[in-house]
Structure formats: C-alpha cells, structure tokens
C-alpha cells in the first residue's frame, strides 16, 4: 500500500544538539514532499517543502530536508536545536495532479534546556 | 487576517448520538479539506471540497459521515450515528486554488471523544 512513513517516534535531546527525522514514503511518480510542525497548543503549520528543483530545501527556524529521489526520502535536518522545538513533526506527500495530503505518523520531539 | 476556525475544541458524546462539527475556512479560499487523526495513526484525508461541490470524498470512511458545505463559505461534517472508533480529532485545512503549490492551511482541530 501506499503510505509515508516516519521512525522513532519520539525522540528526546538536549538544547544545541543536532536533530534528523527521517520520512520515507512508497509512492511512485511525481510527489510533492512536506514537512508540517505542530507547536504545543497550536495549529499544525508548514515548516518546508519541495517541489522541484534543489533537492535541499531550506525552511523556517532553522530547518532543512533534502529529497533523495533514489531513496524515497525527504529527511528533515537542524544541526542546534533549541528549547522551542518542542512540537511534533509531520512528513506529508501529495501526489502529483492530487490535492490530499497523505501524512506519516509523525514523530514527537522534546527538547531539553 | 484571521484563519482557519473550528466549533467546537471539544466534544464528547455518547455512542449512537450525533454530532456536527463546523470549519470556517480562510475568507476568500475557495478550497477545504477536511481530515482526521484518530490516536495512535497518522492524519487521514477525508475529503476535499472546491467551493460548494465536493472534489474528493474518498477518505470519508462510511455513510455515516457527512460533509456540506452550502454556499460555499463554512462547512460541516456530521457524524451520525457516532461510534467509539469516530474519537478523535478532526482538523480542517483550506487554500486559495486547488493544487500542491498551494498551501493548506490548517484549523486547531476537534477533539471528538465517543464514549
């Protein structure tokens, strides 16, 4: 079947440390890749994404992924993480000519101060 | 500019009632989606609407499930009769177009609890 998936659900680390979620999704063809963040006590909001072009894409706060199309991924990447990070974090894939978010399960990361 | 707005946070009900939840998308965006998280699983799509017509409906899980979206402005999502496995938390999302390239912007969600 086709899905999205996302590993090590949750993840605790210390203020400054490096942080890396992986996504890997099944589809075939064309996707549209997105990461997604969900703060505590807000609403989910888009972090990146990527449509074509430079497959390391740049996002808010710090954030980057990079697509590696031979590899269905689309890693999330923040080499200092910081106390506000605490949220959880969503890989979502659109398909081309869809509109339907198809999202992973999420993972949920707790930073330390 | 105010965005995405879902009545209520919260509702709890008991299995076999019924119950209405209420979107008001992003003023002047054409296009909302409804999805749902039930706990544990990842975000589902339920359905898409372009303006008053519905695109997409093929993650609505069964017919008791129901969206409108009259007028093409707010729409609802009635689940009746609601069942235990109905809890969770639904979130609506709107964007301008249709199309990836736009972005969906999503509501807080309602936490729906079947008991």
């Known amino acids: 079947a086709q899905s999205v998936s996302q590993h090590n659900h949750h993840v605790i680390l210390s203020e400054a440390a490096s942080l890396e979620l992986g996504c890997n999704y099944s589809y075939g063809g064309t996707v549209n890749l997105f990461w997604y963040v969900q703060y505590p006590g807000q609403h989910l909001q888009l972090l990146l994404k990527y449509f074509s072009g430079d497959p390391l894409v740049k996002g808010i706060k710090g954030f980057e992924a990079e697509f590696i199309k031979s590899k269905f991924s689309f890693n999330l990447r923040k080499p200092s993480v910081q106390w506000s990070d605490t949220a959880e974090y969503f890989c979502?894939?659109?398909?081309?000519?869809?509109?339907?978010?198809?999202f992973g399960k999420g993972n949920q990361v707790v930073v330390i101060p | 500019e105010a965005g995405v707005t879902q009545f209520p946070s919260h509702s709890v009900i008991e299995k076999g009632q019924t119950v209405t939840l209420r979107c008001d998308p992003i003023?002047?965006?054409?296009?909302l989606y409804w999805y749902r998280r039930v706990m544990g699983k990842e975000i589902k799509f339920l359905l898409h609407?372009?303006?008053?017509?519905?695109?997409?409906e093929s993650g609505m899980p069964n017919n008791r499930f129901l969206a409108e979206r009259t007028g093409g402005t707010y729409s609802t999502l009635k689940v009746q009769p609601a069942e235990l496995e109905d809890s969770g938390v639904y979130f609506c999302?709107?964007?301008?177009?249709?199309?990836?390239?736009?972005?969906?912007?999503f509501g807080p969600g309602t936490r729906l609890t079947v008991t």
């Open positions: 979502a894939v659109i398909i081309y000519g869809n509109n339907r978010l198809a």
């Open positions: 003023s002047g965006h054409d296009n």
């Open positions: 999302a709107s964007s301008r177009a249709s199309g990836s390239v736009y972005e969906q912007y």
């Open positions: 609407f372009v303006k008053e017509s519905k695109q997409d």
